[in-house]
């Protein structure tokens, strides 16, 4: 203790700055005019998951509809997005060139993302997931290519290698010598072998295959719906064509559900017991009539629009019936942070 004998406690403002160059010191900010691509995977915890069956994870069709009903409260959360791509325990969302025009830390998209997706993904499949995110800052559109490309590639692997988990499981191996034998196979290499134990790459549905995209699609009277396509291209061609149409894509984000607080004084405060506090502040005012717009859907009650839904796929969906066309939808960058966006649509143009 004598080593610290002549410490002097600072005042919150000396302990503010102190603080704050150790926080900032490696959050840096996302470059600007960069193309933002986040992808979150998810990583299981807790007791819940131990008499989890393994086969449904993570490329189980109940699983596949958690996780796109994930992504989809992601594209309808505050950061607008207008692409989402899932395969497995992984969501890649392309943020619209809009977001990287004002400075913005980098902690901060890692954390409102994965928090949120987290909290999703836990009500609609009912076992909890931590999620890592990894930002990647893409300078051109032919890096985005690359990217989704590589996540293509990517999704086929992890699909083989799914398949020679199971298949050569059977046969009384552990996970560690499985992994120990396909570690070096190059991917023909474990097509053939999975295709000796009985694996058809064919007759898997083209979500297994290729994964789930979402974006956002116009409905014939103008409004915006959320779009989920359980079948994406197979042919590279025209894949490309899908990507190079929703990279600089329309957006939109919707509007929280915002309501005017009351005037009120601070004697008409003061004089309020402090349990009626809050209520008061909620109760409409004579004065100024209290204005509301309706919000967001909550989190579970995502509307999606298939695109092209395959034939062969069983997977269970809990969508409404009908869209709710009257949510209204903030598009573009906010002037002010003060003033409500119209409700009417509006298409974004990259700058």
Known sequence: MSEFNDYQPKTLEEYSRFIEQYEKANDFLVLPEMYLVLRVDSHRFGPLWI?????????????AQAYVSTAADLMRSGFRYVFALCHGDEI????HASEAINPRRRSNLHSLVSSAAALSFN????????????????????????????MRRTFYRNLLSQALLRGLASDGLSRQDINKKIQPLTNPERLALAESLGFRFEDCPAWLKFGVGLWWDEQANGDPRLVDSWQLPESDEDYLALL???????????????????????????DSPTAKVADALRAPSPTAPARTTPGRPALGQTTLAHAEPPKDNKVATTRPEKESNDAPFRVGTQKSASKLMPRHRMKLQKS
């Open 51 to 63: 008499e989890h069956d393994d086969a449904e994870y993570p490329l189980g069709e109940k699983f």
């Open 92 to 95: 890649s969302l392309l943020f």
């Open 123 to 150: 009500q609609h499949y009912g076992l909890p997931v931590l999620f890592h995110s990894k930002l990647s800052e893409l300078p051109t559109k032919r890096h985005v290519l690359d990217y989704f490309f590589f």
């Open 244 to 270: 190079l149409n929703k990279i600089d894509g329309t957006t939109y984000s919707c509007q929280p559900e915002m309501q005017e607080v009351p005037r009120r004084t601070i004697k008409e405060l003061a």
